[in-house]
C-alpha cells in the first residue's frame, strides 16, 4: 500500500465525538464549539476568539478588522497559502510579496524590510510556513498590524511562549492538512483585550460558525496534541539520521523555538522529477512543499522573490504524521537514505 504525504490523525476518539455531536443535532454551531473555545483559550491565553468554517474566512475577517483603505498593501511571504492573494485582492488590496531568509522557509525582518522599502504596506500577515516561526519579536516590533498563522506551527515553543502569541489577530487553521486537524474550520483570536474588542464586534457569526462535529473533533485533537506531537519527534528523528547521509539539505528551525515536526521538507540538489520518479517505485507517495502557495502557482514574479522562487522548485516534502507506523518510518527513511 502507498504511503502518502499526509494523512489526518483521526482515530476512534474523533470518531465517537463527530457521532455523538450528530446524534445529539448539534452539526451547526453550538456547545461543542464554545467546548473548544475555551479549551483553545487554556493553551493559547488569549481574550476573545471566534470558531469559524474555514482559514480563508478568518484571514477576510482579520483583515477587515485591521480597517485598511481600498488599494493598500498587506506584506505576505512569497511561500504563503496561495489563497491568501485571492483573499486580500477580494478585499481591494494589494499583496505586497516578501522573500524568506537564504535556507529557511520563512520571511525574515530584513526581508520583511526589503519588501516594505520596495512598495510599501500597511499589514503584514506572518504565515508559519512548514511549522517553521520567524524572528515574530522583531517583525512585531516593526510598526505594522500583524495577523499570525500560526496553523502549521501549533505546538511550536520558546520557554513559555507558544507560536501564535504575536498577532494583533492569529489565526489556528483546523484543515485537514493543518496541525490540528477538525476536517475543517479555523480559529480566529486575539490576545490582547483592545483587539479583541474589534473581533466581538464582529459577531454574530450565523452559517459562518464552526459546526459541532468539527469542533467536536477538534476538541479531541486539542486533548491528544502531547501525544501526537512525541511520535512525530520520533519518526523525524529516524528521518534526520538517514538525511545526514545524503547530500541533499535540510531547514533548521531559527532561534530557540522548539520545532514541533509538522513536516519533513528536503532542498534537493538533484531534480523534482527524479526523485518523485524514485518514491513512486518504492511506493511512497512525494510532493513538491510549495506547490500550492504564492511562488509556487506562479503568481510571484520568479525575480522579485528569488530565495521562494528556488524553494518552491526543489523542495520535497516526505511523510511525517503521528499514524505512521515502525514499518513504514524504516521504509520512508531507507527512501532518504538513497534518494538520488
Known amino acids: 500500500m502507498k504511503i502518502e504525504v499526509y494523512s489526518p490523525t483521526i482515530r476512534r476518539k474523533e470518531m465517537a465525538a463527530v457521532l455523538t455531536a450528530l446524534v445529539e443535532d448539534k452539526v451547526g454551531p453550538g456547545e461543542q464549539a464554545k467546548l473548544l473555545i475555551q479549551i ?46 485571492e483573499i486580500i485582492r477580494e478585499l481591494r488590496l494589494k499583496p505586497v510579496y516578501c522573500d524568506v531568509a537564504p535556507g529557511t522557509a520563512v520571511m525574515s525582518p530584513e526581508t520583511l524590510q526589503a519588501a516594505l ?42 520557554g513559555e511562549t507558544r507560536a501564535g502569541s504575536f498577532g494583533v489577530f492569529t489565526i489556528l487553521g483546523l484543515e485537514e492538512r493543518d496541525m490540528l486537524t ?53 519518526i523525524a528523528a529516524a528521518y534526520i539520521r538517514a538525511a545526514l547521509r545524503t547530500r541533499h539539505s535540510r531547514f533548521v528551525q531559527q532561534g530557540e523555538w522548539d520545532y514541533n515536526n509538522y513536516a519533513f521538507p528536503l532542498i534537493l540538489e538533484t531534480g523534482m522529477k527524479d526523485v ?29 522573490c528569488p530565495e521562494a522562487y528556488s524553494l518552491s522548485l526543489r523542495t520535497a516534502l516526505f511523510p511525517l504524521y503521528p499514524r505512521l507506523g515502525a514499518a513504514e518510518t524504516e521504509k520512508v527513511a531507507k527512501l ?5
Not at 130 to 143: E, K, N, T
Not at 283 to 302: C, M, R
Open 182 to 234: 477538525a476536517g475543517g474550520g479555523a480559529l480566529l483570536y486575539a490576545v490582547n483585550r483592545r483587539d479583541a474588542g474589534v473581533l466581538r464586534g464582529i459577531t454574530p457569526l450565523g452559517e459562518n460558525g464552526l459546526p459541532d462535529m468539527n469542533a467536536a473533533m477538534a476538541v479531541i485533537q486539542f486533548r491528544e496534541a502531547a501525544r501526537n506531537m512525541e511520535k512525530r519527534r520520533e
Open 336 to 340: 532518504i537514505m538513497t534518494l538520488p
Open 276 to 304: 518523485k520518479a524514485y518514491a513512486r517505485r518504492k511506493e511512497i507517495a512525494v510532493e513538491n512543499a510549495f506547490g500550492d502557495t504564492l511562488a509556487g502557482s506562479g503568481e510571484v514574479p520568479s525575480g522579485l
Open 40 to 85: 483553545a483559550r487554556e493553551y493559547f491565553h488569549y481574550d476573545f476568539c471566534l470558531a469559524l468554517r474555514s482559514p480563508a474566512l478568518a484571514l477576510y475577517l482579520a483583515l477587515r478588522a485591521v480597517n485598511l483603505e481600498d488599494g493598500q498593501g498587506v506584506a505576505v511571504s512569497a511561500l504563503s497559502p496561495r489563497y491568501y492573494g
Open 117 to 158: 522599502s520596495r512598495e510599501g504596506a500597511r499589514c503584514v500577515v506572518v504565515n508559519h510556513t512548514l511549522g517553521y516561526v520567524p524572528d515574530m519579536a522583531s517583525i512585531a516590533g516593526m510598526g505594522l498590524p500583524v495577523i499570525e498563522d500560526c496553523s502549521q506551527s501549533c505546538g511550536t515553543v520558546m
